[in-house]
Structure formats: C-alpha cells, structure tokens
T-cell receptor, first 110, second 113 residues
Framework: GIQVEQSPPDLILQEGANSTLRCNFSDSVNNLQWFHQNPWGQLINLFYIPSGTKQNGRLSATTVATERYSLLYISSSQTTDSGVYFCAVESGGSNYKLTFGKGTLLTVNP | SAVISQKPSRDICQRGTSLTIQCQVDSQVTMMFWYRQQPGQSLTLIATANQGSEATYESGFVIDKFPISRPNLTFSTLTVSNMSPEDSSIYLC??????????FGAGSRLTVL
C-alpha cells in the first residue's frame, strides 16, 4: 500500500514562531488531508488539498502532487496550535479510505 | 460538514469482556469508517461500514474480534470483543461528509485492565 512519511516527528516552538511540516507519499493520490489532533484527542480537518495551495488564517498548505509531497505552514504560532498534525492520503480506487502518516507532535511554548 | 457523536467517550473494561461503541452522524452518509489509535501512535483503519452490506475489514482485523453494524445511513456500532490489554486504544468513527473531507467523532478511549 501507499506509504506516508511525515517530518519532523517532533517540533518545539516559542509562541510567535513560524514552522513548516512536511508529508511525503509514495504514490499518486486522489485525496490528501491535513488534520490537527488536539491534546484531548479530537481530530479536526484542516485542509483537503490533493494539489495546489490553500490558506486559512495563519495556516496554509501546498501539495505538489507530481513530486509527491505536501507542506503545512503555521505562522505566528500560538499555544493552542499544540498537538499532533497528521497527513492522510487516499490512493486511487480506495473509496475514501485514508492512510495516515505517523504525525508531527508540535509543542508551542508561551 | 457532518457532526459525528460517539459514545462512550471513555471506559475502563475488564479483560475478556466486550464493549460496543456507538456512532451517530447528523446527516446521511454512504460510508462510515472505524479507526484505531493505539497510545502514541497514528490512526489505523479497522473497517469500512456500508449500509445494507457487511463491513469491509482491513488486513489484520477480523469480524469476530470487531463486529460492526450499520443499520441505516446515520448510525454504526463497533464492538470490541473479548478484550485484552492490547486493545487499549482510542477508537474513532468517521464519515465522508462531502467534498472529500473526512470528519471524525471525538473518539472512545478504552482502557482494558
């Protein structure tokens, strides 16, 4: 099956700093989503982005499908951004079944 | 997007018992998905629950251990049978809520003693 690798595995920031999280995948994808899992375990969808660039407030994401990677940018980080960020992909014909990467654990300190 | 309610939110269970997790969606959805997240790990798909047919299980998961029901387009249950401490995990229900976006319930955190 498709492989999803995320980097870095852990990241510690001071409030106000910017960061870039990366997701590499091993095959072409029909669907790529970024999720944030807060410290209480709730998963929130951030972006549906199989290609191109999107922005939502302080967050933006870019997927270069031809080179099989996606980037999540967090600007002016806040303590509430802490948690685990997951990249999840769906390869062709799998009917919306997502394969998750191992995630990036982000800690934003005040 | 759809709103998904799961219960119980957490439970502590004894070895050898079974627990059923319920998942309710506020709109009709074709497919629902059950994921497991072991402590400190990523999410792994257990099965896809389709209304009117048997669930489709991923490699490593079997119906006898994780029976699933899908009686209608807004509801599903996952049972974790004959539990052992290795089953201690967060179990998450999800659905495709339109525009190819997967929405998750808040999860059910199971601890097996």
């Amino acid at each position: 099956g498709i492989q999803v690798e995320q980097s870095p595995p852990d990241l510690i920031l001071q409030e106000g700093a910017n960061s870039t999280l990366r997701c590499n995948f091993s095959d072409s994808v029909n669907n790529l989503q970024w999720f944030h899992q807060n410290p209480w375990g709730q998963l929130i969808n951030l972006f549906y982005i199989p290609s191109g660039t999107k922005q939502n407030g302080r967050l933006s994401a870019t997927t270069v499908a031809t080179e099989r990677y996606s980037l999540l940018y967090i600007s002016s980080s806040q303590t509430t951004d802490s948690g685990v960020y997951f990249c999840a992909v769906e390869s062709g014909g799998s009917n919306y079944k997502l394969t998750f990467g191992k995630g990036t654990l982000l800690t934003v300190n005040p | 997007s759809a709103v998904i309610s799961q219960k119980p939110s957490r439970d502590i269970c004894q070895r050898g018992t079974s627990l059923t997790i319920q998942c309710q969606v506020d709109s009709q959805v074709t497919m629902m998905f059950w994921y497991r997240q072991q402590p400190g790990q990523s999410l792994t798909l257990i099965a896809t629950a389709n209304q009117g047919s048997e669930a489709t299980y991923e490699s490593g998961f079997v119906i006898d251990k994780f029976p699933i029901s899908r009686p209608n387009l807004t509801f599903s249950t996952l049972t974790v049978s004959n539990m052992s401490p290795e089953d201690s995990s967060i179990y998450l229900c999800s659905a495709n809520s339109g525009a190819n976006v997967l929405t998750f319930g808040a999860g059910s955190r199971l601890t097996v003693l």
